[in-house]
């Protein structure tokens, strides 16, 4: 039953993963840019004639694609840095777009494309020329279903050439940055057909992209994987003899001037460079302290004991208590258990094995033993009075279902922490070692961090790509908040989930080593931060935004963790060796060296402490088999109190962990408060954009619009086909 709940688990989390990224196989259409090459002329009238290839691979049904080609320029990273106000960023607009013909590139499907002054999204073998708020938007009519498509577009960017006095320059931004769709590569190739002298040429945008000259008459600019949103852009300088006929005259020396701006920018790379390695060897060296904190202040020696003196740690340490010191942790659920074989074994809880005629073969009853309860701890005595209650007797497997149910469970397993923690203390355990003047300097270093990433975030500037793009992007999300709450909170539960999960499932892995309560903050704020950093290269993939955010989760961690650095005394550190060499015996099987099997009538004692340390499982396959003892061979053989005990009592973290009573809570709030909003929202169908291209801030190419079928809450068609085209780019309809 066990294994079919964790299967089904993992099969419904990847479900809900899948939902989450937008990755349902049934519904999903996206499109991909497998490959942009650009051909640019420059013609001796200052107009570049440039054809354009873009293969497209469509998934699913698309109408067409449709590109937009922007009057404006807008080069993010000039724009931060160059302060030249001689060169105005108009004098790098076209003043026309002339488009000469849109083609289909492959041989198999070559063909030619009509222009018309408009067509329905049906029309195949057409396209439309549309000009509005400063763009020419090209719409390609050409039905693709799960194919790859190359387009050719030819047109002709007039009076985009500038005459200095003294140099000739093409400056463009031919990839803009409201790019939706990764350009896995781009080429971009610039002839001066009839040039003999020297050029110089620069690329902006991407730090992985590539400039070179081939030769006087040939640069070429190469990038691999530009991100959503980034922008590509190209500065070239050459003889103006090139282009005699150009009537775009700026009247200055302008080549000093550009060079000083290119360095500028240059520098200012470098230095940005430079900035987010520092972050990174920053959090690097904090990751280092943080290390050699956790073994200086909470790591104990181990060291050999020659003898373990059973009966004194037994008498000393109940097995919650030994499990805590021997794994350095918090009380786990599983000490329950532990506690009651302890009590049963000492005679303070009779048990009584009773047949049955359901489905189990025993009934396990435990009973108190009034006469013996003075043989009692105070951990034992809070566990004794929780099991029991005023009942004087229970059923075992009954009560073990029930006791994680109650609603004030968790609270009693925290009071009952408390006071582990406070008998442990008072033994020489789990005392705070971490100097104040220490704990003080990882605060002022949290500050710093802080300082430093703020400097460092306005020295990059809030400009990721465009600024456009980033309103687009907080104009929808407000939006989605507005409109699709619900769902929003529905989809909320998917990742708590997931954090929880991974805290749990990382915790019980090396809570043996470090520590319950250093694991349990350590991890949360890792898969915290670690999803931040996954959104964060999904959507905004910026290098610096990353540095930082591993810094201040560095830096978090640091300030944290450092109060939970524990150490044990001389003589708890002792009782530690002790316990882990009784630990390595039981599992090892090894205290039977001198003794015969049967001989040994402390297998119970043994168990509850086996239970305690972990290694309940090992031991308990070679009890069972033994005949030690009738009782204990009847409760071994029962699956269901053995599944407990295996399971380390997990039962009890699903029903009464904080983390699982809250996704309760909150699985049940949203329920009641917006599940019959949810159900009863129309499904509304229909086809809208999937936008792709680029805005009004620089030249673009490609994208398009879809046509999605999925819920949607107080939203048209019409709706979506008002904002896509309001936004620009480009797609596929």
């Given at each position: 039953m066990r294994e079919k709940i964790k299967r089904y688990g993992i099969i419904l989390l990847f479900m809900l993963m899948a939902i989450l990224l937008g990755n349902n196989t049934v519904q999903a259409k996206s499109y991909q840019v497998k490959e942009m090459d650009i051909q640019a002329t420059i013609n001796e009238d200052g107009s570049v004639g440039i054809q354009q290839n873009i293969t497209y691979q469509f998934k699913g049904s698309y109408h067409g694609i449709y590109i937009n080609i922007p009057y404006q320029l807008q080069d993010l990273e000039r724009d931060e840095i160059v302060k030249n106000e001689k060169i105005k960023d108009s004098l790098y607009n076209p003043t026309n777009v002339r488009v000469n013909s849109v083609a289909l590139e492959k041989e198999e499907t070559k063909k030619t494309f009509q222009q018309v002054e408009m067509a329905k999204n049906e029309r195949k073998g057409v396209y439309t020329i549309m000009n509005q708020q400063g763009m020419?938007?090209?719409?390609?009519?050409?039905?693709?279903?799960?194919?790859?498509?190359?387009?050719?577009?030819?047109?002709?960017?007039?009076?985009?050439?500038?005459?200095?006095?003294?140099?000739?320059?093409?400056?463009?931004?031919?990839?803009?940055?409201?790019?939706?769709?990764?350009?896995?590569?781009?080429?971009?190739?610039?002839?001066?057909?009839?040039?003999?002298?020297?050029?110089?040429?620069?690329?902006?945008?991407?730090?992985?992209?590539?400039?070179?000259?081939?030769?006087?008459?040939?640069?070429?600019?190469?990038?691999?994987?530009?991100?959503?949103?980034?922008?590509?852009?190209?500065?070239?300088?050459?003889?103006?003899?090139?282009?005699?006929?150009?009537?775009?005259?700026?009247?200055?020396?302008?080549?000093?001037?550009?060079?000083?701006?290119?360095?500028?920018?240059?520098?200012?790379?470098?230095?940005?460079?430079?900035?987010?390695?520092?972050?990174?060897?920053?959090?690097?060296?904090?990751?280092?302290?943080?290390?050699?904190?956790?073994?200086l202040f909470e790591k104990d020696k181990k060291y050999k004991v020659a003898n373990i003196e059973e009966e004194k740690l037994f008498a000393k340490y109940n097995p919650m208590m030994?499990?805590?010191?021997?794994?350095?942790?918090?009380?786990?659920?599983?000490?329950?258990?532990?506690?009651?074989?302890?009590?049963?074994?000492?005679?303070?809880?009779?048990?009584?094995?009773?047949?049955?005629?359901?489905?189990?073969?025993?009934?396990?009853?435990?009973?108190?033993?009034?006469?013996?309860?003075?043989?009692?701890?105070?951990?034992?005595?809070?566990?004794?009075?929780?099991?029991?209650?005023?009942?004087?007797?229970?059923?075992?497997?009954?009560?073990?279902?029930?006791?994680?149910?109650?609603?004030?469970?968790?609270?009693?397993?925290?009071?009952?922490?408390?006071?582990?923690?406070?008998?442990?203390?008072?033994?020489?355990?789990?005392?705070?070692?971490?100097?104040?003047?220490?704990?003080?300097?990882?605060?002022?270093?949290?500050?710093?961090?802080?300082?430093?990433?703020?400097?460092?975030?306005?020295f990059n500037g809030f400009n990721l790509?465009?600024?456009?793009?980033?309103?687009?992007?907080?104009?929808?999300?407000?939006?989605?908040?507005?409109?699709?709450?619900?769902?929003?909170?529905?989809?909320?539960?998917?990742?708590?989930?997931?954090?929880?999960?991974?805290?749990?499932?990382?915790?019980?892995?090396?809570?043996?080593?470090?520590?319950?309560?250093?694991?349990?903050?350590?991890?949360?704020?890792?898969?915290f931060f670690g999803i931040i950093i996954i959104l964060t290269i999904a959507f905004f993939p910026v290098k610096y935004i990353v540095a930082d955010e591993i810094l201040i989760c560095m830096a978090t961690i640091l300030i944290l963790t450092d109060n939970l650095m524990l150490k044990n005394n001389a003589i708890m550190i002792e009782d530690f060796s002790k316990l882990n060499a009784l630990k390595e015996k039981i599992e090892n099987y090894s205290l039977m060296q001198d003794r015969e099997v049967e001989q040994i009538i402390l297998w119970d004692k043994y168990l509850s402490y086996a239970v305690s340390f972990g290694i309940a499982g090992k031991i308990m396959k070679k009890m069972k088999n033994l005949y030690i003892d009738d009782d204990l061979t009847t409760l071994l053989n029962n699956d269901l109190l053995t599944g407990f005990i295996q399971s380390d009592y997990d039962m009890f973290y699903r029903y009464a962990s904080l983390d699982r009573?809250?996704?309760?809570?909150?699985?049940?709030?949203?329920?009641?408060?917006?599940?019959?909003?949810?159900?009863?929202?129309?499904?509304?169908?229909?086809?809208?954009?999937?936008?792709?291209?680029?805005?009004?801030?620089?030249?673009?190419?490609?994208?398009?619009?879809?046509?999605?079928?999925?819920?949607?809450?107080?939203?048209?068609?019409?709706?979506?086909?008002?904002v896509v085209e309001k936004v620009g780019g480009g797609g596929a309809f």
């Open positions: 020419q938007t090209i719409k390609v009519y050409e039905p693709s279903q799960d194919v790859t498509k190359t387009f050719k577009i030819d047109y002709t960017l007039e009076n985009l050439g500038v005459k200095h006095n003294d140099i000739g320059e093409l400056y463009y931004n031919f990839i803009g940055g409201a790019w939706e769709v990764e350009i896995e590569k781009l080429n971009i190739d610039i002839y001066l057909p009839k040039n003999k002298e020297p050029i110089q040429v620069w690329g902006h945008g991407p730090y992985n992209g590539k400039s070179k000259i081939i030769n006087n008459t040939h640069a070429n600019f190469y990038v691999k994987n530009v991100k959503p949103g980034q922008y590509v852009a190209t500065r070239v300088l050459f003889d103006n003899a090139n282009i005699p006929n150009a009537t775009k005259l700026s009247n200055i020396e302008a080549k000093e001037l550009i060079y000083k701006d290119e360095n500028a920018i240059i520098e200012n790379k470098e230095e940005k460079e430079a900035y987010t390695k520092k972050i990174i060897i920053f959090a690097i060296c904090l990751l280092i302290y943080w290390i050699i904190l956790m073994l030994a499990g805590c010191i021997q794994g350095s942790r918090a009380i786990l659920a599983r000490d329950i258990i532990a506690v009651i074989l302890g009590l049963i074994s000492k005679k303070v809880v009779e048990l009584e094995i009773k047949q049955s005629m359901g489905k189990e073969n025993y009934v396990y009853i435990i009973r108190k033993n009034i006469e013996q309860e003075e043989n009692m701890d105070e951990i034992e005595a809070y566990i004794y009075h929780w099991i029991f209650g005023n009942r004087q007797e229970v059923d075992l497997t009954k009560r073990l279902k029930e006791l994680p149910k109650e609603s004030k469970a968790n609270v009693k397993f925290r009071e009952l922490n408390k006071k582990v923690e406070k008998k442990l203390a008072q033994k020489g355990a789990n005392q705070a070692k971490v100097p104040l003047i220490i704990r003080a300097f990882n605060v002022f270093l949290f500050i710093l961090s802080v300082v430093v990433i703020s400097k460092h975030i306005m790509y465009n600024t456009q793009k980033a309103n687009e992007i907080l104009t929808g999300v407000g939006i989605y908040l507005l409109f699709c709450i619900p769902l929003l909170i529905g989809l909320l539960y998917i990742p708590i989930n997931l954090i929880i999960m991974i805290r749990h499932k990382i915790n019980k892995t090396v809570q043996r080593i470090t520590g319950q309560k250093v694991v349990t903050t350590t991890i949360s704020l890792c898969v009573r809250f996704i309760r809570s909150y699985k049940e709030t949203t329920r009641n408060v917006f599940g019959g909003i949810i159900s009863s929202t129309s499904a509304l169908g229909g086809e809208g954009f999937s936008s792709g291209g680029s805005s009004s801030s620089g030249f673009s190419s490609g994208g398009g619009y879809s046509s999605r079928r999925r819920r949607r809450i107080f939203w048209t068609e019409e709706d979506i086909l008002v």
